[in-house]
Structures are given as structure tokens and as C-alpha cells.
């Protein structure tokens, strides 16, 4: 993949997180949906990735990288809400996300664009299936006329 289609990609996912951040109140049930999200993501990310660094500590580095998830997603709230002057913040999280992706996989030795890779085929997946749900049930419908 192509440094400006990882750009992109980090784009708009941390645009759509910061608008669901701003539009969905922080409350238990958000937050701990969240970190299961940010816990089991990573995980994933980190295996799909192939990264080869710090094997036998990775579940406390994404158990702490999910509470940073969580104080993330709270603050987005709070800086839109509370603080307009900071708003900058918020237009650049998608390049501070990009940075710190690279960072991470240099880091933890995983293959390039192991993260924005995942993260595409996850949701790419996701499209494949709601599609396929709706074309079967189209045909479902048109067999019944």
C-alpha cells in the first residue's frame, strides 16, 4: 500500500472515530465497548502484522493502549464540547493517528502497513457481508412475487 492511501485511510477512520466520539456521550457502556473494541483490534492488528517485538508483555502494552483509547475518546467529547479554541487538536488527530501507526510498527518489528492493511480489509469485509445480506434477501423477495 502507498504512503498516501495509509494517509487516507487513517483519515477517515479517526474522523469517523472523533464525529462518533463528539455525537456519542461518554458513559459506561460506550466506554466499555470501547475497550473491548481497542483491546481486541490491537491484538488482532499486532498478529495480523506478523510484528516480532516484546512477545511476552503485548497484552499489558494493549490493555494500557485501550485505557488510552478511552481517555482519548472522552477528551475528543470534552475539547469539542468545553474547550472550541482546541479544535485544531481534533483536525490534526488523523496525522498524529498516522505517526503514531509507523512509530508502532517500526517499533514492535511488524510488516509495513500491517496496521492500515487490517484495518481495511476488516471493514472491507463488513461491507462484503452487509451486501451479500442484502442481495439474498432481495432475491428472497423477488422469488416470492
Do not use: Q
Not at 487513517?10 to 459506561?28: E, H
Not at 502494552?61 to 481534533?90: D, G, N, Q, R
Amino acid at each position: 500500500m502507498k504512503l498516501y492511501e495509509e494517509l487516507i485511510a487513517c483519515f477517515f477512520y479517526i474522523y469517523t472515530v472523533v464525529c462518533i466520539s463528539i455525537l456519542i456521550p461518554p458513559n459506561a457502556i460506550v466506554l466499555t465497548l470501547l475497550f473491548i473494541y481497542a483491546f481486541i483490534s490491537t491484538i488482532l492488528i499486532y498478529y495480523a502484522g506478523n510484528c516480532k517485538l516484546f512477545k511476552r508483555i503485548i497484552y499489558l502494552i494493549v490493555f494500557s493502549y485501550a485505557i488510552l483509547c478511552i481517555v482519548a475518546f472522552i477528551s475528543i467529547h470534552t475539547i469539542y464540547y468545553e474547550y472550541p479554541k482546541y479544535h485544531f487538536i481534533l483536525v490534526a488527530s488523523p496525522l498524529i493517528y498516522f505517526i503514531l501507526i509507523k512509530t508502532f510498527e517500526s517499533l514492535f518489528l511488524c510488516n509495513n502497513a500491517s496496521v492500515v492493511n487490517w484495518g481495511i480489509k476488516f471493514i472491507s469485509n463488513i461491507f462484503d457481508k452487509i451486501k451479500s445480506k442484502i442481495i439474498k434477501k432481495r432475491g428472497k423477495k423477488i422469488k416470492k412475487k
